[in-house]
């Protein structure tokens, strides 16, 4: 962990430019499964990283050496909120229906042929946005309960309450699922 | 579905799993990263012309252009990286720019500052 504050800009910078080399591949996922299509996961991660540019300097003397992942998905976070509110509107569909795109850097390709992994990212897009974004970070980026709580703004125990609800209940909409299609076969 | 949670939690993983940014964005968003440090260096520039007649202004854009410039070497490393280009290739053309930066300094010092 570096905790000493950059001495001039050249440093700020280049501290910067690090993380955003160690954690573009994570805005970019959050992003993308918040919003559910590429086009907006790029909006979004863009701007993500110029807001995180502007305060950088800030962040960096606030967090007294902690990492800075919470900070940058918090930022996605708010952005992401901002992008539904400003346009009415809210992911409509599981991840760009699981499987219609065939872009080469999409996880589509993972899941095509899965119907199980297909249920399970349709059950995502169903839970209540706190929940959602809790088992994208938990999953899709690999974070701790004490991250997810500081980009989440809540305490670790919480979180942790959280994050079980959220499985469990997506564990229940899937099963769901399974019982509808079994029904209709 | 009747699988325990650890193994849901498995599949959930899988579902879940990380996604790489194209390739455009990575150049995009680096190239704009960049440009916002070059935008600075030209406001630097502007900055200079007006503030050196007054000579406790002196000293700054000298320090602020080697900063500018270092500043710019640092983002220009993503985008080096991202487009395959030589590190040795934008260190010139920094250099060129710091060259640049410098010298016009240097003239402008020399136009403002009574001969002795």
């Known amino acids: ?185 | 579905m009747s699988a325990s949670a650890p193994d849901f939690e498995s599949l959930l993983r899988e579902a879940l799993s990380p996604v790489d940014p194209p390739a455009d964005l990575v150049q995009r968003l680096e190239s704009t990263l960049v440009s916002l440090t070059e935008l600075a260096q030209d406001e630097l520039d502007s900055w200079e012309l007006s503030a050196m007649r007054d000579p406790r202004n002196w000293v700054r854009p000298a320090a602020a252009a080697v900063v500018g410039v270092s500043a710019g070497t640092a983002l220009v490393a993503l985008r080096v990286r991202a487009r395959h280009r030589t590190r040795r290739q934008q260190s010139a053309s920094l250099l060129e720019l710091a060259g640049r930066t410098v010298r016009d300094v240097a003239d402008e010092a020399r136009r403002i500052l009574p001969d002795h």
């Open chain 1, 1 to 185: 962990m570096v905790d000493q504050q950059p001495r001039n800009k050249a440093e700020l910078d280049a501290r910067f430019a690090e993380l955003y080399r160690t954690h573009l591949r994570d805005v970019y996922s959050y992003s993308y499964y918040r919003v559910g299509n590429h086009h907006d996961a790029e909006d979004l991660t863009e701007q993500t990283f110029l807001q995180a540019y502007r305060h950088f300097e800030r962040a960096l003397r606030e967090s007294n050496g902690r990492p800075l992942r919470p900070w940058l998905i918090r930022i996605a976070h708010n952005l992401a909120a901002n992008f539904y509110r400003d346009r009415s509107r809210r992911p409509e569909s599981a991840i760009e229906d699981a499987g219609m795109l065939s872009a080469p850097h999409t996880t589509e390709s993972l899941v095509e042929g899965r119907e199980e992994l297909k249920a399970i990212l349709a059950g995502v897009q169903e839970l209540p946005d706190d929940r959602r974004e809790a088992l994208i970070m938990r999953f899709a980026l690999g974070m701790d309960n004490r991250e997810i709580a500081r980009a989440m703004g809540r305490t670790d125990g919480a979180t942790k309450v959280l994050l079980h609800r959220a499985i469990r209940q997506l564990e229940g909409l899937v099963s769901e699922s399974a019982g509808t299609a079994a029904e209709r076969s």
